[in-house]
């Protein structure tokens, strides 16, 4: 019986070795399941490489700083031409362009069109003409059907930042977008590195898609961004009339001087007349005291000091 049993235990000196095995083949696996999880559910909720590939696309539109528009044939065509023909120039095609005497790079204007339908969508449609100023001007060529572009006239603009991608629908998302502005010298810390500038703005992008690619379909101002206080904003003052130097104490002492400047006499004369009466008025009162007695003396022979002349020092 106690050989039996001793046998027994020297059959089963290997299970807890290989159970141990096991154990730690488990242990491995269930982290490398849970690695992959954590790492899939990540990519799938980053859409960091979204928003970059929103950040390029976008960047010929957001340099040029566009009004809000809900549709994009609402567009004036210059704006659409200088949009479109700087998406072009930025494009993968930019190093096969040539260049004029003038150093204007030359961009054909169909591939100006199919920067517009990249951009916009297919609803919209050019005009190719020539545009702009005497600092900055697109010139066609139709000759040869081109654009001569003044690549060096862009300088200091803003550049994009995706914060927020949120979806509308299955075709359709709103860009939470931020104009960046140029770095200068304030951006860099104190060991010389560029620092991280805030956006100065934020606008919101709507992007539609279709079978292309996504395309911006309108530009939104963002809900309360730089709302301006207005009459209509003001909040109501207590009382029925308020002045302006109740609101403004700095303004009362103005506004006493320009009332009372202002403020016309009792019987309607102005201030001149008013001086002159008043002088004749005195005149008379004078008179009147040289006719009743030319010496004004007391009846104990003593001179009135009331006339008496004033000194020297008070004359004239």
């Not at 928003?51 to 704006?79: G, Q, T, Y």
């Not at 066609?140 to 081109?146: K, L």
Request: contains cysteine; aromatic residues 8%; proline residues 7%.
């Amino acid at each position: 019986m106690n050989r039996a049993i001793f046998r027994a235990g020297r059959r089963n000196r290997y299970a807890a070795p290989i159970g141990g095995v096991f154990i730690i083949l488990c242990l491995v696996g269930f982290f490398t399941v849970a690695s992959f999880c954590l790492n899939t559910t990540k990519s799938l909720l980053d859409n960091s490489a979204r928003k970059k590939e929103f950040e390029r696309m976008l960047l010929p539109v957001v340099i040029f700083d566009p009004v809000p528009f809900e549709n994009p044939v609402n567009i004036d065509n210059a704006s659409l031409l200088q949009y479109s023909i700087w998406s072009t120039a930025m494009g993968e095609k930019r190093s096969q362009y040539e260049y004029d005497d003038a150093d204007m790079m030359i961009i054909p204007a169909s591939d100006i069109d199919v920067a517009a339908q990249q951009l916009f969508g297919p609803d919209v449609k050019l005009e190719h003409r020539s545009f702009g100023d005497l600092q900055d001007s697109y010139l066609y060529d139709e000759e040869i059907r081109s654009y001569h572009v003044p690549i060096i006239t862009i300088t200091g603009f803003a550049t994009p930042r995706v914060e927020e991608i949120n979806k509308i629908s299955g075709d359709t998302v709103e860009l939470r977008m931020g104009y960046v502005p140029p770095s200068t010298i304030l951006n860099l810390d104190e060991d010389g590195n560029l620092g991280n500038p805030e956006p100065e703005k934020y606008m919101i992008y709507e992007m539609h898609k279709n079978r292309n690619g996504w395309y911006l379909y309108a530009i939104k101002d963002l809900p309360g961004n730089g709302q301006l206080v207005t009459s209509d904003t003001m909040p109501d003052l207590p009382g029925e009339e308020i002045s302006i130097s109740e609101v403004v104490p700095e303004m009362a002492g103005n506004a006493v001087s320009s009332s009372a400047s202002s403020a016309p006499t009792e019987d309607g004369s102005s201030d001149e007349g008013s001086s002159s009466d008043g002088e004749s008025e005195g005149d008379g009162e004078s008179d009147g005291e040289s006719e009743d007695g030319e010496s004004s003396e007391s009846s104990d022979g003593e001179e009135d000091p009331s006339s008496e002349e004033p000194p020297p020092e008070m004359q004239g």
